[in-house]
């Protein structure tokens, strides 16, 4: 904590400070205030606040396998739905096969349950665009840009060293920082306190010269301690001030990279969206067209009276009949 007290003495905070509370992202569900994040609204050459950036490089590797799952969650439900629409139609067509239907009705429903079955091709379409253009495309791109080693995404451990080795003679700097002002204010209060001591001595009577000698030399002592810790407090403070526009050039070289490597997945987000919505677009499938093409003459090939008729030769008024007739009983 007094490190970051000492930097924020010497490094004001962003002049946009005051308004960022007024400041809101279109969308955005949850405000980082509110969640757990140790370093919102704190100046970014803090010691260690740069971990900021190294944390929102290992949330874009992971908005990446989120992405990836959740795309192939959804080509395995739209797998699933081709395999079980496929089932349908065979149970189903088996089941109006063993009806008491007839004639053109019974193939127009069979027709139509086959009909309605042409929109598995559709979604087996849709599962290769989802595979091709979509999780492929990401997979690739997680691949070329969050290369790992053995523990560590490669590219996120080297921005941490850079940002590392770019702070590292600063924090030694704040370390003498911290260390001098606590010798020059203890320095100070011995000081302090030893004028106390001068002033009771004086005003006592019964006090010998020898002790009111000492006592001004202690002060003397004190006072010479205190001024020269005080200067070389002061004196690193100043090399402080000289060493910080290096200091901030070098950590905001290495948060402009972090800027460009996010700034690439973002792009690529949005291409993953554009083609996320290409692939699932289906109003000018073809196999749309087939099924309702399909659809219409299966409808058409019904004929009612046609139906009718047949049902009547075969079973109603137009069969011949067997009437009985009276016969004797025969030996």
């Not at 795309?71 to 496929?86: F, G, P």
């Not at 996320?276 to 289906?282: A, E, G, M, R």
């Not at 099924?291 to 011949?320: C, P, Q, R």
Request: glycine share 2%; charged share 35%; with cysteine.
């Amino acid at each position: 904590m007094m490190k970051f007290r000492l930097i924020n003495q010497f490094l004001p905070r962003d002049r946009c400070h005051n308004e960022r509370e007024k400041i809101s992202l279109d969308g955005q569900t949850t405000p980082e205030r509110v969640l757990s994040n140790p370093w919102y609204d704190k100046g970014f050459c803090e010691p260690h606040q740069y971990k900021a950036a190294i944390d929102r490089c290992k949330g874009g590797y992971d908005s990446c396998e989120t992405f990836i799952d959740i795309l192939s969650e959804r080509a395995k439900i739209e797998r699933t739905y081709v395999t079980d629409l496929e089932r349908w139609s065979d149970s189903s067509i088996k089941a109006i096969s063993q009806t008491k239907e007839f004639g053109t009705n019974k193939k127009a429903w069979i027709d139509s349950v086959r009909a309605s079955k042409e929109i598995a091709d559709t979604h087996k379409d849709l599962v290769q665009r989802l595979e091709e253009n979509v999780i492929d495309k990401l997979v690739t791109y997680k691949k070329e840009n969050y290369g790992k080693s053995i523990l560590h995404v490669k590219k996120i451990k080297e921005f941490e060293h850079d940002f590392e080795r770019a702070q590292k003679s600063w924090i030694k700097l704040l370390d003498k920082i911290s260390k001098a002002r606590k010798e020059y204010q203890d320095a100070h209060r011995q000081w302090k306190k030893a004028e106390t001591a001068e002033r009771i001595i004086e005003s006592d009577r019964g006090a010998e010269d020898e002790q009111k000698a000492k006592a001004k030399m202690s002060v003397s002592s004190y006072r010479k301690e205190a001024d020269s810790l005080k200067s070389k407090y002061q004196q690193h403070v100043d090399d402080m001030k000289n060493a910080r526009p290096h200091y901030e050039d070098a950590m905001k070289e290495v948060l402009n990279r972090t800027h460009d490597f996010e700034r690439k997945r973002l792009a690529q987000f949005k291409v993953t969206y554009t083609e996320l919505h290409k692939s699932l677009i289906i109003d000018k499938d073809p196999h749309l067209k087939t099924m309702s093409e399909a659809f219409t003459k299966a409808i058409e090939s019904l004929d009612v009276e046609k139906d009718i008729n047949w049902w009547n030769t075969h079973y109603g008024s137009d069969t011949n009949s067997a009437w009985p007739s009276f016969e004797e009983l025969k030996d």
